[in-house]
């Protein structure tokens, strides 16, 4: 508005940083519903990339975004006395994953999920994802979460072994072991 | 520089999916819904909850086994009377004498 009064002279003003996690989770447990699409905004692409990452499929991935939401929502006060928002999250995720993969049933065949994506929609990066989307499949589940919790949420070794709830040496140890069996089988797939 | 960008990074720039657009509508009525419904106290929540059930039926069968599955323990020996209680016991009966009193005129003179 002030832009167009100073004649489109001075630009428009950046968007106001997002809320931090601990804020929206305050405002959340005094019962304001409208935290929860800001808590969405900033933590839904975070959920659903370790869920997708824990079940491998598209549908089950999005499940454990909506229980994960859910859980959010059915804590309450409780909310408040929670220190680290972004931990507790992927925690939940975790957990929800989990539940998810033990309701599955192991006779059902899933479809497996493109576990990554190019920046855009060059062709060159379709293959890449496509190849080491496939790798990805072959991990177990714990490298695989373990892989994302480093490189895409980029934790600690430490903070990994908390969210996991194993000790940081398992966690750093599951990252090795999963990265190398992972190049290993990229540098098959290259011969 | 990101740890998914690093050189020695398999991922070099890809990134997992981001959820699909819909889903935002369908997690935010769902939990919209789960905020608006009224949180039990925390007694009715024990009380409903599958675990407390379970750990009473458990507890309450624990206690039925027990008392059909463990055998009577050996008989009470016959209590014998100690001798204080058998004196007692056998006090002779008083013998109550008689005397006869005179009740005629001369012998109140």
Redesign the interface.
């Known amino acids: 508005m002030n832009a167009e009064r100073h004649g489109g002279a001075c630009q428009a003003a950046p968007p106001p940083p997002p809320e931090p996690l601990t804020t929206l989770f305050e405002r ?1 447990s005094d ?1 304001d ?1 409208t935290a ?2 800001a808590v ?1 905004e900033t933590a ?2 975070e959920i ?2 370790l869920a ?2 824990r079940t491998r499929s ?1 549908a089950d ?2 499940d454990v ?2 229980d994960v ?2 859980k ?3 804590q ?1 006060a409780k909310l408040r006395a929670i220190r680290n928002p972004r931990a507790w999250l992927l925690t939940v995720t975790r957990r929800a994953a989990i539940d998810v993969l033990r309701k599955r049933s192991k006779d059902v065949e899933i479809e497996e999920a ?6 855009g929609s060059v062709e060159e ?1 379709r293959a ?2 496509g190849r ?1 989307s496939e790798a990805l499949h072959r991990l177990s589940d714990q490298q695989r979460e373990v892989l ?1 919790l ?3 949420s ?1 934790l600690s070794f430490a903070e990994i072994g908390k969210t996991v709830g194993v000790p940081t040496f398992t966690a750093a140890s599951r990252y090795r072991l999963g ?1 190398k069996r ?2 290993k089988m ?1 540098d098959a797939d290259d011969d | 520089m ?3 960008e690093r050189p020695d ?12 657009d819909e ?2 509508a ?3 009525a ?3 819904l ?4 009224p ?1 039990p106290d925390p007694w009715e929540r024990t009380w409903r909850s599958s675990w407390f059930r379970l750990s009473w039926a458990a507890v309450f069968l624990a206690l039925v086994v027990g008392h059909l599955a463990v055998p009577d323990g050996p008989p009470l020996p016959a209590s014998t009377p100690t001798v204080a209680r058998r004196e007692t016991a056998s006090i002779p009966e008083i013998a109550l004498v008689f005397v006869p009193v005179d009740l005629t005129v001369a012998s109140v003179r």
Do not use: C, I
């Open positions: 959340l019962g519903a929860l699409s969405y839904a692409s659903h990339g997708l990452f598209a991935a999005a975004v909506q939401f859910v959010l929502a059915q309450g493109a576990l990554l994506a190019g920046p990066w890449d994802a080491l994302y480093k490189h895409f980029e990265l992972l190049r990229l | 990101t740890d998914h990074s398999p991922f070099g720039k890809l990134r997992p999916p981001g959820p699909p889903l935002e369908r997690v935010l769902a939990a919209q789960a905020l608006a419904q949180r």
